[in-house]
């Protein structure tokens, strides 16, 4: 029985991932056709609409804001409209977080977590993302040779951010996103 209960087990943590990632795409396609779809019926002649066009004009918004995103006017219209959102209490909180998460998943610039680094934690070491290589801590002046490593807690419930001086972290060579996967699932990531 206990074989049975294990082999049903692995069925579902294979099949897990790949069925809530092709929901999840299939939820936000359909979502997108749906909202879109209004607005392009009341613009279009019926004859003219078909199925997925709110799907492509989606696309099509997405490609235009980027392109917008790019200019000086729309940049400051975005910042005012941010600096307004972060101060409503509880909304700043989650729109922070978002925000912090889309931009550490921003691989087409330049990544804010550095390099990889073992840091001393207790008898033992914890894997660490260099934030910034040249850090001081807030509120002082000159502390020193300090690196900033953030130190993110296993299953994706937290992290830190540590100031350590740069003679105690230890690089290590292995990317940016193999250390994270391991560091996210406990060390239980496949080999």
Not at 96 to 117: C, Y
Request: a positive charge; glycine letters at 10%; zero cysteines.
């Amino acid at each position: 029985m206990k074989t049975l209960g294990r082999i049903l087990l692995k069925g579902l943590l294979t099949i897990l991932p790949v069925g809530l990632t092709t929901y999840l795409v299939y939820w936000l396609g359909v979502t997108t056709e749906s909202l879109l779809s209004g607005p392009l019926k009341l613009l279009l002649p019926a004859e003219l609409y078909r199925p997925g066009l709110g799907l492509l004009a989606g696309f099509l918004l997405m490609f235009v804001v980027g392109l917008l995103v790019n200019a000086y006017v729309v940049r400051r219209v975005l910042q005012f409209g941010e600096s307004l959102i972060l101060r409503i209490p509880v909304v700043k909180t989650v729109y922070a977080a978002i925000r912090d998460l889309t931009s550490l998943m921003n691989k087409g610039e330049e990544s804010e977590l550095q390099r990889v680094v073992l840091v001393p934690f207790g008898a033992g070491k914890s894997i660490g993302f260099v934030t910034q290589e040249s850090a001081a801590l807030p509120g002082q002046s000159n502390t020193g040779d300090l690196v900033a490593v953030y130190m993110p807690m296993s299953y994706q419930i937290g992290g830190y951010t540590v100031y350590v001086s740069r003679d105690q972290i230890e690089p290590i060579d292995l990317s940016v996103e193999a250390a994270m996967r391991i560091v996210l699932t406990g060390g239980l990531q496949n080999k």
